[in-house]
């Protein structure tokens, strides 16, 4: 077995399917941004580490988006975010965890 060229590492590391399809409880189908390094850079920008709902809104605000991968929420959009019920931001936060593998990295942490 050969080390992969630069070509070939890139092609299995970088983002090749950015959008999902998702049916999200309560709310219905939605397509959901994969998040890249630099998304999630700019989103730790954006966000308080120490307010998790501040940090969600803007979560959702990045990876909602249309079937172009266009923004649907602008960070304009964050404070009106907010008056969303606790169960649909839990939805949705829920949803971008999967799509991202965000729960199976806690499911890990937990294990250890």
Known sequence: MSALNKAQLLAIICVSEPLVLKDVDGIGEIYIKRL????????????????NVGSGLVMIAHCVCDKDGKRLFADGDIKQLGTMSASHMTALVTAISEVNGFDDKLADIKKN
């Not at 998304?39 to 307010?51: P, T």
């Open 36 to 51: 890249t390094v630099s998304d999630q850079g700019e989103i730790a920008k954006k966000a308080d580490a120490n307010d």
